[in-house]
């Protein structure tokens, strides 16, 4: 192959935005730990870089393969998945309207009402697995749907085709947040939407080592102008955790195969217990978009939430009853990781609203990582043991 950054996806997870460095000709891109760059005369710079918060060559390395990875047009990489968040919704005016999934990562949904609520943009949230809902929701002043597919904790898919043909037709663009799939899975860029979002922090960075994000857009226009409140806004990724993700990247495909295999296993284990009422993975054929999962995914994914027949009581004593499940934030590393939703990534959703999106109290979600499948089903076990004696 002649440029392997054309290549499949595999291909251009390790070689997208990263030629051999010229003067040395070392493999990897190096890590510019430098604020600012000389000047030939004022105004006129040396190279393609005058200050790092609006360029970094290791930052623009990363952003270029986060562009190939998800058939993109431009990347921009953020300090975190909120920053870049931010950054979306910088770009709207008071007056505009947001229509959004009502299954979201606590921090989304905090920044949409508690921050930009304030500057005079509306919300209107929908369960947008529903096209119908999404489509009634729309106004003329629409200007993103907004969704997570899988969601965010409940792994509700959403149908981003038929979502980006409502966005279109009201003028809208749609916004993906692709954290869960990570775009070896899904790459919704190719499938009609506009904007794709990432914590990087997640299965892309894979090491639970950096805290990052990113946008990835299809057209240089929205590029350029996300791209001025990059800038102007300063929330931008620094050199060494740049290069921590294109670190992470090359690893992406075959770590989630095994997270892919391990969480089905999981999954299908929790599913045959007494003692579990229902799991939400879409790798499942009781799950309501097995078929959609299907069609726009290449695999069902690392997450796995599930509601024991005991409740919130039940829901603690899973997540403090585990040896290799960690209790702790976040997800997507290599080691397994459990948490109860509504006290920890979601507790800033007021619990009605969450109880009316089927987010229900005694929620347990599970980051499936990549040890030994055996020995993740040996720790369900134990877990599922301690639950059986409350």
């Known amino acids: 192959m002649s440029n392997p950054q054309s290549g499949r996806f ?13 003067v040395t000709g070392a493999v990897m891109p190096p890590i510019f730990m430098t604020s600012t760059y000389a000047q030939k005369a004022p105004g006129v710079p040396v190279g393609d870089y005058e200050y790092s918060r609006s360029g970094n060559p290791t930052r623009t390395a990363l952003e270029a393969n986060l562009a190939a990875i998800e058939s993109g047009a431009r990347g921009l990489a953020f300090a975190s998945g909120l920053a870049a968040s931010h950054t979306l919704m910088a770009r709207l005016e008071p007056g505009d309207h947001v229509v959004a999934g009502d299954d979201l990562y606590g921090g989304t949904y905090r920044i949409f009402t508690k921050v930009f609520e304030r500057y005079g943009i509306k919300f209107t949230f929908v369960n947008s697995g529903n096209p119908e809902e999404v489509a009634a929701a729309m106004t003329d002043r629409t200007r993103y749907v907004y969704v997570e597919t899988p969601s965010n904790p409940l792994l509700r898919l959403t149908d981003i085709a038929a979502c980006s043909k409502i966005a279109h037709d009201h003028g809208a663009l749609l916004a ?13 860029i190719e499938l ?3 904007i794709v979002l990432h914590s990087l922090t997640k299965y892309l960075g894979g090491h639970s080592d950096l805290v990052a994000g990113a946008l990835v857009t299809s057209t240089d226009k929205v590029a350029d102008e996300l791209a001025f409140h990059q800038n102007a806004s300063g929330g931008i990724l620094g050199p060494m955790d740049s290069f921590l993700v294109l670190r992470g990247i090359k690893t992406l495909a075959v770590r989630m195969d095994r997270h892919c295999t391990n969480a089905m296993a999981v999954a299908k284990h929790l599913e045959a217990s007494d003692l579990v009422d229902k799991v939400h993975y879409p ?11 299907k069609q726009q995914m290449r695999a069902p994914g690392g997450m796995v939430s599930f509601e024991l027949k005991g409740g919130v009581a039940a829901g ?21 990781l459990v948490e109860t939703p509504p006290s920890m990534t979601h507790a800033s959703i007021p619990a009605d609203v969450r109880h009316a999106a089927g987010l229900m109290d005694g929620l347990v979600r599970l980051s499936v990582g990549i040890e030994h499948e055996a020995d993740l089903l040996s720790d369900v076990d134990l877990a599922l043991a301690k639950v059986a004696r409350i």
């Open 10 to 22: 595999e291909t251009r997870a390790i070689h997208a935005g990263q030629p051999h460095e010229p």
């Open 176 to 188: 993906v947040d692709n954290t869960f799939a990570t775009p070896y899975l899904q790459r919704p």
């Open 283 to 293: 790798g499942l054929e009781s799950h309501p978009s097995f078929e959609l999962c």
């Open 316 to 336: 603690v004593a899973f997540a403090t009853g585990t040896d290799i499940f960690t209790l702790a934030e976040s997800l997507g590393g290599v080691e397994s």
């Open 192 to 194: 009609g939407a506009d």
